[in-house]
T-cell receptor, first 112, second 111 residues
Framework: DGGITQSPKYLFRKEGQNVTLSCEQNLNHDAMYWYRQDPGQGLRLIYY???????QKGDIAEGYSVSREKKESFPLTVTSAQKNPTAFYLC???????????FGQGTRLTVV | GQQLNQSPQSMFIQEGEDVSMNCTSS?????WLWYKQDPGEGPVLLIALYKAGELTSNGRLTAQFGITRKDSFLNISASIPSDVGIYFC???????????FGPGTSLSVIP
């Protein structure tokens, strides 16, 4: 099946630990995005990548890092520098420049 | 960063009623998108608009790309319980630019 896979769906980490969220797509889409969603809030852009080996900061990049070594993969690392990491994280891919994003199922990260 | 504004923030309607919501921006966009999100899931694309004045339907949903290119509207006709969810608008200023989202409109349908 073609699609975007985020794993795991639920993730628990202790405060101070880095954690990496996985996002894989087999849609052959060029662009991939990471958004953060807090309860009752919209989607805020963390990082995005239009092509392999290139990525740009979004509006809330502080405390996060990404890599784009392969077209299919865009992992997000939530570092210990992120002050409030507990949130719902959504990955999306976009086939071309026209902006129609297709989303994964999300990863709910809880830091205790 | 850029912001999109959506109104209303939330709506409670009777089943069978029509719904209207809108999205505005201080910047001109060349793409407007409407998504629906169910609890605990990723948003799903409903309608994409690429041209000022464009009116596009998807079943009971109709969306319009505003003439000024700074707004967009979504209408849902004859609402049903499964319409419940959060509706997000999203926009893109130019091709290959970042896609940003509004804060969402929460829709509740009373049977």
């Amino acid at each position: 099946d073609g699609g975007i896979t985020q794993s795991p769906k639920y993730l628990f980490r202790k405060e101070g630990q880095n954690v990496t969220l996985s996002c894989e797509q087999n849609l052959n889409h060029d662009a991939m995005y990471w958004y953060r969603q807090d309860p009752g809030q919209g989607l805020r852009l963390i990082y995005y990548s239009q092509i392999v080996n290139d990525f740009q900061k979004g509006d809330i990049a502080e405390g996060y890092s990404v890599s784009r070594e392969k077209k299919e993969s865009f992992p997000l690392t939530v570092t210990s520098a992120q002050k409030n990491p507990t949130a719902f994280y959504l990955c999306a891919s976009i086939p071309d420049g026209r902006g129609t994003a297709f989303f994964g199922q999300g990863t709910r990260l809880t830091v205790v | 960063g850029q912001q999109l504004n959506q109104s209303p923030q939330s709506m409670f309607i009777q089943e069978g009623e029509d719904v209207s919501m809108n999205c505005t921006s201080s910047s001109i966009f060349n793409t407007w998108l409407w998504y629906k999100q169910d609890p605990g899931e990723g948003p799903v694309l409903l309608i994409a608009l690429y041209k000022a004045g464009e009116l596009t339907s998807n079943g009971r949903l109709t969306a319009q790309f505003g003439i000024t290119r700074k707004d967009s509207f979504l209408n849902i006709s004859a609402s049903i319980p499964s319409d419940v969810g959060i509706y997000f608008c999203a926009g893109q200023r130019t091709s290959y630019d970042k896609v940003i989202f509004g804060p969402g409109t929460s829709l509740s349908v009373i049977p």
